[in-house]
């Protein structure tokens, strides 16, 4: 080739044809991300607008009366706490214990993946099928009825690989010297994985949980056959046996079967804001870990 | 001469390779036990038999034995974590825990049941005094050991290994990831512990073997080719195979 082909480091801009590919590519680009953020803020701003105008302390604070004929999502919203928080409690030391025996017990790699693949697998289920068999498992053959400890039970086993598989990945981030060297200095295993392993994943592990308390949040189908409907208030105690609405059952309740759409998007507002919420704790989580690690 | 470790008619596998072939050897106490070889000749792999972190290896499979103090520890059913502890290993790189300073010297200690807060700080002061880092480090106690050079974080490990008071220090390439300074710090240290501790350490460097080293052992291919005084293995050696290797033929 002779020298006079290369391409000139004094010439500015790119020949026309390439220019104008270039900026047409830029624009397709432009719009795309146009259309999303419009998407994005049309729905949030749609929700709200709906919403605020019927939003007050009281439908926050009471449970709906037939006989006043008000309507409130109290019990909707303390049967989400209720029913996410009891889930969470159960599915963690499951979660992080199958992760902690396949990533630091097993000795047969073969498990190891078919187990892995098995994980995978429930991880791509879909929800409604995890309803069907908790209603006939949880609420018939265990005869629990449609009550909250069914439907966390079903958000447990639906939930069970986004941990494992979060805690897994954390795992599989330390690095086996730390291993080796509390071994080398007498370590039983166990005590190993709670005073090394396990304080370097941490973050993994709330992330994880995290992740799926959001998950459990926005989970209706799940939840329609095995919590129930009802929009009553219980004790703490008694509660785990009563059938419960959560706010996405609720939504649906309100919107689909009594056509109060106001209620429906009052609710749909206070998913958004609990949205919100849960990414942002996860965010700040990380950051937090990351000025801790510094 | 007083016999640490007593190795006789020792094998080892890994599934079907036969990664160690009847080595017969005394190691010494109160000596450095310098091993040499090419690469995957099985140094590591015998290194890490003399306090059973080879039993993390599902494959691994044994016959022979290994007497340590007159002690069976090959498939034997003693008590692996007391062996670690009297017989404490270093890596080849320097593998602090992501911890203060002080809770990597107490690490060891603590597991070992030590919790009397007066009785942790005068073992890691000692320990760290005794690795040669006491005056680097004691203002930094309480910083992450991962902010450490490389070459105080394999002296940090040294004085971890210490904190339990171990008998035997087993030493896997200590610096071949560590800068010349550092190294020769880590030589004068392993020559200075040796008056307490008895000392295996593995080595690619053959001056390293010369300048501390009480005795040498040149392992090829699995076999133990020849086990001498240092002095001996680099001056007279018996073996053809050791002498090219020495003289820088192969490996
Ligand atoms: N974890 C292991 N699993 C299977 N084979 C191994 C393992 N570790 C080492 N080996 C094999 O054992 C032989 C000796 O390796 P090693 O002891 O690491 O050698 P060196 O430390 O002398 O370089 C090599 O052939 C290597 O492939
Ligand atoms: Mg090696």
């Given at each position: 080739m002779s020298d006079n082909a290369k391409p000139s480091l004094q010439q500015k801009s790119l020949p026309f044809g390439r220019s104008l590919y270039s900026h047409a590519l830029q624009s397709c680009m432009l719009l795309c991300i146009g259309i999303t953020v419009a998407l994005v803020f049309f729905l949030i701003l749609y929700i709200l607008i709906r919403a605020i105008p019927y939003f007050s302390w009281e439908i926050l604070t009471t449970k709906p009366s037939y006989l006043r004929g008000t309507i409130g999502v109290l019990p909707d919203i303390l049967n989400t706490i209720y029913l996410v928080f009891t889930a969470l409690v159960i599915v963690l030391p499951l979660g992080v214990g199958a992760a902690i025996y396949l990533n630091e017990y097993a000795k047969s790699q073969k498990l190891v993946k078919v187990i892995e693949y098995a994980v995978e697998t429930l991880a791509g289920i879909p929800s409604i099928i995890y309803g069907l068999v908790g209603m006939l498992f949880f609420c018939q053959f265990l005869s629990l009825q449609t009550s909250l400890l069914a439907g966390s039970l079903t958000l447990v086993i639906m939930s069970i690989p986004v941990i494992i598989r979060t805690t897994q990945e954390s795992l599989k981030t330390v690095p086996n010297g730390y291993r080796e060297g509390a071994f080398g200095l007498g370590s039983a295993r166990w005590h190993m994985i709670r005073t090394v392993v396990l304080p370097c994943c941490i973050d993994g592990i709330v992330t994880g949980c995290i992740l799926a308390a959001g998950r459990m949040l926005g989970e209706s189908a799940a939840l329609l056959f095995t919590a129930g409907f009802a929009h009553a208030l219980h004790g703490y105690i008694d509660g785990i046996t009563s059938s419960g609405a959560t706010l996405t059952v609720a939504l649906y309740v309100y919107a689909k079967e009594q056509g109060e759409f106001e209620v429906a998007f009052v609710i749909a507002a206070i998913l958004l804001v609990l949205c919100f919420i849960t990414n942002y704790l996860a965010q700040a989580y990380g950051r937090h870990m990351k000025k801790i690690k510094q | 001469m007083e016999t640490i470790f007593d190795v006789e008619n020792f094998n080892l596998w890994y599934g079907d390779n036969h990664?160690?072939?009847?080595i017969n050897m005394k190691i010494e106490k109160n000596a450095i036990t310098a091993l040499i070889g090419?690469?995957?000749?099985?140094k590591s792999t015998f290194i890490k038999t003399l306090n059973r972190m080879?039993?993390?290896?599902?494959s691994v499979k044994l016959s022979g034995s290994i007497r340590y103090r007159g002690q069976e520890?090959?498939?034997?059913?003693?008590?692996v974590y007391n062996l670690r502890k009297e017989v404490g290993m270093v890596f080849q790189k320097p593998n602090p825990f992501p911890m203060s300073v002080y809770d990597n010297i107490a690490y060891g200690p603590r597991t070992h049941g030590i919790k009397n807060k007066s009785q942790l700080n005068d073992i890691v002061e000692k320990s760290l005094r005794d690795a040669a880092i006491f005056d680097e480090l004691k203002d930094r106690l309480k910083d992450s050991a991962l902010g450490l050079s490389g070459g105080q974080q394999q002296r940090l490990c040294i004085a971890r290994a210490l904190a339990v008071k171990p008998d035997v220090l087993l030493m896997d390439e200590p610096t071949s990831a560590l800068d010349p300074i550092s190294t020769s710090k880590i030589e004068e240290l392993v020559l200075d512990l040796k008056k307490e501790y008895s000392i295996v350490i593995v080595t690619h460097n053959m001056q390293q073997a010369v300048r501390i080293s009480d005795y040498t052992a040149f392992f090829l291919l699995g076999d133990l080719v020849e086990f001498d005084k240092t002095d001996k293995i680099f001056s007279k050696p018996s073996d053809k195979r050791t002498e090219d290797y020495i003289t820088g033929r192969f490996g």
């Open positions: - | 990664a160690l072939h009847n090419p690469s995957g000749c099985g080879n039993d993390l290896i599902p520890i090959v498939n034997s059913d003693i008590n």
